[in-house]
């Protein structure tokens, strides 16, 4: 109901308001001469197959995305899935079991052989954990990773 009250207060003042008038009447003229120049245009013949082609083309790539961020998401979230099972805090337990072993072993050999061995291999261990660490970062920056919008 209000907005019919505002159509009739537009009309009336359209009907005592010569320069309002003037401005629909452009305005309307401006919306024919649009239409006019729009119908001349000519619409090429392959209009259509190269929309529908685009449209599959985009679909085959949203499926690509599709499929490698469902592999992203189960590598990332299987950690967290992990973290709460039970084998994993069995597989836990044993691994800081065996890590407990490894370095009480090696104490038990530093005390046994010459510093310089020991320092020796603390320093060839820095050397593999940085070269490691290269990689790994050589692998992520190289790594993409396309968004999805679905």
Same mark, same amino acid.
């Given at each position: 109901m209000e907005c019919m009250r505002c $159509?009739? *207060?537009i009309e009336a003042h359209l009907e005592c308001c010569p320069d309002c008038r003037k401005v629909i009447? *452009?305005?309307a003229a401006l919306r024919e001469e649009i239409n006019l120049s729009i119908a001349?245009? %000519?619409?090429p013949t392959n209009l259509s197959v190269r929309i529908l082609s685009a449209i599959e083309k985009e679909q085959q790539n949203t499926a690509k995305d599709i499929w490698l961020t469902g592999i992203l998401? +189960?590598?990332? +979230?299987? %950690?967290v899935l992990l973290l709460f099972s039970r084998t994993f805090s069995s597989v836990f337990h044993l691994a800081y079991l065996t890590g407990t072993a490894f370095w009480r072993s090696l104490i038990t050999l530093v005390t046994f052989i010459s510093p310089? $061995?020991? $320092?020796?291999v603390g320093i060839l261990s820095l050397f593999v954990m940085a070269i490691g660490l290269y990689i790994i970062k050589t692998l992520l920056t190289k790594f993409e990773v396309n968004e999805v919008i679905v």
């Open positions: $159509v009739e *207060e009447n *452009e305005l001349g245009i %000519p619409i998401l +189960a590598v990332f +979230a299987s %950690p310089w $061995v020991t $320092v020796s």
